[in-house]
C-alpha cells in the first residue's frame, strides 16, 4: 500500500511512525514533511494546502491511502476532490469540516440538537458587537468565526476587553475574512480536557484520554501557544466521564451531522470544558490534535491502516481499539521567543542520544547541508512511555537534556506533572 500524509508537524511524524509500522504499508510520502518523516517516508515539497498539486501527485503516484493532518486543507474540500477522482482518503469532507471552519456553524449544530456549550451570539458587524459587550460586566470570550491558526480566540475579564477584542477581530482584521463574523460566548471555567474519537460517519470509537498544555510558561502561565506538551492518559478524564462524554457530545455530534447531509468521517476532536454543570464543549476540531497525538500514537496498539479504512468503508462497528497501559508523556522543544517571534536555521544537537532515551517527533526541522536545522516555533517532541508517568516524564527530560541549538530553546519543565 502507498499512503500520503499530507502536513509537516509532530502530529505527522508520529502518523508517519505510525503508519509505517503497519505491515500493509510499503512506501509512505508526506507533503510537505520534516527532517523527521523524511527517514520514514519520501518527503514531497507540495504545501498542505496546494490541493490542486496534491492530488496531481496522488493520482500520478498511484496513492491508496491520503491521511490528512491540518484543517485548512480539509476545509478547503480536499477530501472531495480526491473521492472525486476514486483516491481513497481519511478525514471529513468540506461540509463536514465546518465544524472546525466555522465557530458559528459550531455553535448553531450544538444549540439544534442540544449539545451542551457555553451561551453565546453570533455578531456581523462590530457595531451590534460593541452594543452588547459595552453592557456586561463579567468574563467573556470573543472568538473569529473562520480558521485563524489557533489564535482566533481572545479571552477577556469583562465587556471594555470585550470590546478591544471585537476591534481586533472585526475591524482591525487581525484574522482577515476569518473574522467577518464572530460569536461572544460565556466563559466557561474548569479543567480542560480533550477527547478524541474515529468515526465513519455513524459508529463513533473513542481513543483513550489525553491532555495538553497549551500555555507557553510553566503553571499554565502566559500567552496560549499550539501546545507546549500533553500526556495520555489524563486521570482527570475517568471512564465515566468518558462515557458522558460519548453519550451527550460525540454521538449526538455525530449523528446531528448525518442528519445535517454532512456525513462526518475521520477524527473528531472535542475540546472540552469540565464544568460544574457538566462537560461542555469549547470547541470541535475535524482532525488529530497536536501534540496530543504523539502521546496517544505512542499508546495505540493497533495496525492504524485498518481503523483508517473502517472510518472510509463505514465499518468502524467492527473495530476495535487496544491501548498500551502505560503512560506516555510528549515535552515540546520550542524556539526561544515562541510563539512570539524567533530565528529559524539553527543547527540541532543530539539527535541521535536523545533518540536512545525517547522517541523524537519533529515538527518545525528540516535537513540542510546534511545537519537537521530549526524550521519553526514548536521544533521537536520529546515523547516517552513509562511503567507510571513518573518514570515518563523522567526519561522524555532525559532525551530533552540531550538536546541544544544555538540561540536557545525554550521548553515547559513541569509537563505531565498535572497527571501526577
Ligand atoms: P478554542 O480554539 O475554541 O478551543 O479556544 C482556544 C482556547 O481558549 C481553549 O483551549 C480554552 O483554553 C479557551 N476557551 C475557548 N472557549 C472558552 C470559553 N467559553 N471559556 C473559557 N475558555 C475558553
Known amino acids: 500500500m502507498r499512503v500520503l500524509i499530507v502536513g509537516a508537524g509532530g502530529r505527522e511524524h508520529a502518523l508517519a511512525w505510525k503508519i509505517?509500522?503497519?505491515?500493509?504499508?510499503?512506501?509512505?510520502?508526506?507533503?510537505?514533511?520534516?527532517?523527521?518523516?523524511?527517514?520514514?517516508?519520501?518527503?514531497?515539497?507540495?504545501?498542505?494546502?496546494?490541493?490542486?498539486?496534491?492530488?496531481?501527485?496522488?493520482?500520478?503516484?498511484?496513492?491508496?491511502?491520503?491521511?490528512v493532518g491540518p484543517e485548512q486543507a480539509l476545509v478547503l474540500g480536499i477530501v472531495d476532490q480526491f473521492k472525486e477522482k476514486g483516491l481513497r482518503v481519511f478525514g471529513p469532507s468540506a461540509l463536514a469540516?465546518?465544524?472546525?471552519?466555522?465557530?458559528?456553524?459550531?455553535?448553531?449544530?450544538?444549540?439544534?440538537?442540544?449539545?451542551?456549550?457555553g451561551d453565546y451570539r453570533v455578531f456581523e458587524s462590530p457595531e451590534a458587537a460593541h452594543d452588547y459587550v459595552l453592557t456586561r460586566e463579567e468574563k467573556l470570550v470573543v472568538k473569529a468565526d473562520g480558521l485563524a491558526a489557533g489564535k482566533g480566540v481572545l479571552l477577556c475579564d469583562n465587556g471594555q476587553e470585550a470590546a478591544l477584542a471585537i476591534q481586533t477581530i472585526m475591524q482591525d482584521k487581525a484574522f482577515g475574512e476569518a473574522g467577518d463574523r464572530i460569536v461572544v460566548e460565556e466563559f466557561l471555567e474548569g479543567q480542560e480536557v480533550s477527547l478524541l474519537a474515529f468515526t465513519d460517519g455513524k459508529t463513533v470509537l473513542p481513543l483513550d484520554s489525553a491532555q495538553d498544555h497549551k500555555a507557553a510558561l510553566d503553571g499554565d502561565k502566559g500567552p496560549n501557544t499550539g501546545g507546549m506538551g500533553a500526556y495520555s492518559p489524563a486521570p482527570i478524564f475517568t471512564e465515566a466521564l468518558k462515557q458522558e462524554v460519548m453519550k451527550t457530545v460525540m454521538q449526538p455530534t455525530v449523528d446531528a451531522m448525518k442528519n445535517e447531509g454532512r456525513l462526518f468521517q475521520g477524527i473528531l476532536y472535542a475540546g472540552l470544558m469540565l464544568t460544574q454543570d457538566g462537560p461542555k464543549v469549547l470547541e470541535f476540531n475535524a482532525r488529530f490534535g497536536?501534540?496530543?497525538?504523539?502521546?496517544?500514537?505512542?499508546?495505540?496498539?493497533?495496525?492504524?491502516v485498518p481503523l483508517f479504512e473502517a472510518c472510509i468503508d463505514g465499518t468502524l462497528d467492527q473495530q476495535e481499539v487496544k491501548w498500551n497501559p502505560k503512560p506516555a508523556v510528549c515535552v515540546v522543544l520550542?524556539?526561544?521567543?515562541?510563539?512570539?517571534?524567533?530565528?529559524?536555521g539553527k543547527v540541532i544537537h543530539g539527535l541521535e542520544k536523545a533518540g536512545k532515551i525517547s522517541q523524537v517527533f519533529h515538527a518545525g526541522t528540516k535537513s540542510c547541508?546534511?545537519?537537521?536545522?530549526?524550521?519553526?516555533?514548536?521544533v521537536l517532541g520529546v515523547t516517552a512511555l513509562g511503567t507510571d508517568t513518573a518514570e515518563a516524564i523522567a526519561s522524555a527530560y532525559r532525551a530533552v537534556e540531550e538536546i541544544s541549538w544555538d540561540g536557545g530553546m525554550h521548553f515547559r519543565k513541569d509537563i505531565g506533572k498535572r497527571a501526577g
Open 290 to 304: 497536536d501534540p496530543e497525538t504523539q502521546p496517544l500514537l505512542m499508546r495505540l496498539e493497533n495496525d492504524i
Open 369 to 378: 547541508d546534511g545537519n537537521v536545522v530549526t524550521n519553526g516555533g514548536r
Open 334 to 344: 520550542a524556539a526561544k521567543g515562541y510563539p512570539g517571534s524567533y530565528d529559524k
Open 20 to 67: 509505517g509500522q503497519s505491515p500493509k504499508v510499503e512506501q509512505i510520502y508526506c507533503a510537505p514533511g520534516n527532517a523527521g518523516t523524511a527517514e520514514i517516508a519520501e518527503n514531497v515539497d507540495i504545501p498542505a494546502d496546494r490541493v490542486d498539486r496534491l492530488l496531481e501527485f496522488a493520482l500520478e503516484n498511484k496513492i491508496d491511502l491520503t491521511v
Open 97 to 117: 469540516a465546518q465544524l472546525e471552519g466555522s465557530k458559528v456553524f459550531c455553535k448553531d449544530l450544538m444549540k439544534k440538537y442540544g449539545v451542551p456549550t
